[in-house]
């Protein structure tokens, strides 16, 4: 990672962890739950950057990256400070930074286009550097680029599906300076590539995230094209395509990029969360339809995974969506987009979670980004443009709270309707203190 990239008061994620696990003052406050390639920001994020969906007739309806002021002495403090549209709607939803954090990558579901932001020159204005629209062809096949997950000079991006639209899909490796590198497929039951299945290789994929210390990548799975851009209504009530959802999980060589394991997990496992103590080899997930947190962790040298807990009733269906895990690993704020709820479990114990709080965010509520030093929260309301509820619950917004460690209290809230933004969606944190010498 080029030093002289990182500013003299940026740190590497992995080594700040050490730092919170080892119990030493800790005055760095990032976003939890990100690349440990990454370097953090110094003191308190300044800039949310929310990768927002465009909505017909709303404003110039077009998919944006919006920057809000959270410096808390800023006479915009809590308010829209940038808007950058990309043209036209893609079906915003995931993205992230590159390894040096001066580049933000985000994504279309619909188009398999990405856009990429310098964030660096001037952290409050973030300008559109680059556009990748040739995914598809230079990875063979693949649509729908998800996340995009910092390694050292690459991005990974998960992929959602392929030209066939059934969701078959894999991994692709760029530069950072936007160059295709590779493509990994995703094991499946007619090419396990060598993987031990414990029951299917349904070749669906979702999240990526890596535990470089044990040198594997865990990836999990949702579903295909011609399911995640169909109205959710209309999708719930075809028996045949709502068999057609993400059931594994997959362990990863992550050096070698091959995968190991192939874990049987029902229910639509989504967003993937590493613990980030030196020695806790586990990490969580949420299965979207089963509503359940399962827990994929290291017994004895074996990588084993287990249903730990309920969220909510699974079967009123609450559809967890976005979970973020604390930096002390001891708390997991988990979000369910049906009831617009989230729910705050007590994971000191990893195999046996507790929930100790809940409080109703919004009628709908999909993402949670949560401050490295566990004292804000922010939550975005969209889930897929199909997908979102309709009429009066169809509230779009940023809220942003303080956690006390046992109750969240109001900060500052952007109604993004109002505002003519759009859908929020992804928010990842900003800071000029990540680019000073």
């Not at 990405?114 to 990875?139: G, M, Q, Y």
């Not at 919004?362 to 997908?387: C, E, H, I, K, P």
Request: with cysteine.
């Amino acid at each position: 990672m080029p030093a002289h990239m990182l500013g003299r008061t940026a740190l590497p994620l992995f080594v700040a962890c050490a730092v919170v696990a080892f119990g030493a003052s800790d005055t760095r406050a990032d976003e939890t739950c990100q690349s440990p390639y990454m370097p953090k920001i110094t003191g308190e994020e300044e800039f949310v950057y929310v990768w927002t969906l465009g909505i017909k007739g709303l404003g110039d309806g077009f998919d944006k990256v919006v920057t809000i002021d959270v410096r808390k002495d800023s006479p915009t403090f809590g308010k829209v400070v940038d808007v950058d549209s990309v043209g036209g709607r893609h079906e915003a939803h995931h993205g992230g930074f590159t390894d040096d954090r001066r580049h933000f990558w985000v994504a279309g579901l619909s188009d398999s286009k990405i856009f990429i932001f310098d964030v660096a020159t001037d952290p409050s204005n973030p300008k559109l550097v680059k556009t990748i629209d040739d995914f598809t062809e230079k990875s063979g096949g693949i649509v729908g680029p998800h996340g995009a997950y910092a390694l050292p000079g690459r991005v990974m991006i998960s992929g959602l599906s392929n030209t066939a639209r059934d969701g078959r899909t894999g991994l692709v490796e760029y530069s950072n300076e936007g160059e295709y590198i590779a493509t990994h497929w995703m094991p499946t039951a007619e090419s396990t590539q060598g993987a031990e299945v414990e029951k299917i290789a349904d070749g669906y994929g979702y999240d990526a995230r890596v535990l470089p210390r044990k040198n594997v990548m865990l990836t999990s799975s949702f579903t295909g094209f011609d399911n995640y851009m169909r109205p959710l209504g209309e999708l719930v009530q075809d028996a045949e395509a709502m068999k057609r959802f993400g059931q594994t999980m997959v362990l990863w060589d992550f050096h070698a990029r091959k995968p190991k394991k192939v874990f049987h997990v029902p229910g639509v496992p989504l967003e993937v969360r590493w613990a980030w103590g030196p020695h806790n080899n586990y990490a969580f997930t949420s299965t979207a339809l089963t509503s359940k947190l399962w827990l994929v962790y290291e017994d004895a040298g074996t990588w084993k995974a287990k249903e730990v807990a309920d969220i909510g009733d699974p079967s009123k269906l609450p559809l967890p969506v976005d979970i973020s895990l604390s930096a002390d690993d001891r708390m997991l704020f988990v979000d369910t987009f049906m009831d617009g709820m989230t729910r705050v479990f007590d994971v000191s114990d990893p195999h046996k979670p507790k929930q100790i709080y809940e409080k109703k965010i919004g009628s709908q509520v999909n993402m949670v980004s949560q401050s490295w030093d566990g004292r804000r929260v922010y939550f975005t309301s969209s889930l897929l443009a199909n997908w979102d509820k309709t009429g009066s619950d169809d509230e779009q917004f940023l809220k942003a709270y303080h956690w006390t460690g046992s109750e969240l209290t109001p900060r500052f809230e952007i109604d993004f309707r109002a505002e003519k933004l759009g859908r929020p969606h992804l928010m990842r944190f900003g800071s000029a203190s990540l680019y000073t010498n």
